[in-house]
């Protein structure tokens, strides 16, 4: 998967996509359910990936439960069926609210379904969880709730905090002149 994903920050997916399907072939009697669900996500063969990471979803607990569902929710979002990948990620987030990465991805979908005070009440607990893996997205994430909902100055007082925490991201400072004008 690591194989996959360096080949498709270079903009060749195609190629890493190989990597994928060969150890798939050459292993798939020996990986669990949720490593052939991600193989088969990552292939973007999601009804497939979908099956197998349910089986995981559904037989796995506690982060193992929660990795399951970042992927199940994904072929959800992929298939835009937001519902299922809400009603995903909220089964772990109900148990096990410090998950900052599944606040995201469910605030998106919350945000791409138009509930945007539902999306900003999930980036901002992830935002409370203080995790500095997913600290940025979170917070570019709610400046973009807040700016679809139409409340303009809560946008441009985040994203004031935003730049100053990352002044160096040049579509922010970019989004910040443009919120400074609504």
């Known amino acids: 998967v690591r194989i996959y994903q360096a080949y498709e920050r270079f903009g060749m997916a195609d190629t890493g996509k190989t990597f994928l399907q060969s150890a798939l072939d050459a292993y798939s009697t020996s990986l669990t359910p949720y490593e052939i669900g991600m193989l088969q996500f990552y292939l973007g063969n999601n009804a497939d990936a979908q099956s197998y990471l349910e089986k995981a979803f559904d037989s796995s607990t506690g982060a193992q439960k929660a990795a399951a569902a ?3 929710g994904q072929t959800g979002e992929k298939q835009d069926d937001l519902g299922y990948a809400v009603n995903i990620y909220t089964q772990v987030l109900d ?3 410090s998950y900052s990465e599944l606040l995201n991805r469910r605030g998106v979908c919350y945000m791409n379904s138009g ?11 992830g935002l409370a969880l203080n995790d500095p893996r997913f600290y940025q997205i979170l917070l570019r994430n709610e400046i973009a709730a807040y700016e679809y909902s ?4 809560q946008a441009k007082t985040k994203m004031q905090k935003y730049i100053a925490l990352f002044p160096d991201d040049t579509e922010a400072v970019r989004d910040g002149i443009f919120l400074e004008t609504r």
Request: glycine share 4%; no cysteine; hydrophobic share 45%.
């Open 70 to 72: 970042l992927l199940l």
């Open 95 to 97: 148990t096990d609210p």
């Open 115 to 125: 509930e945007y005070d539902k999306a900003v009440k999930d980036f901002e607990a």
């Open 150 to 153: 139409g409340d303009f100055a």
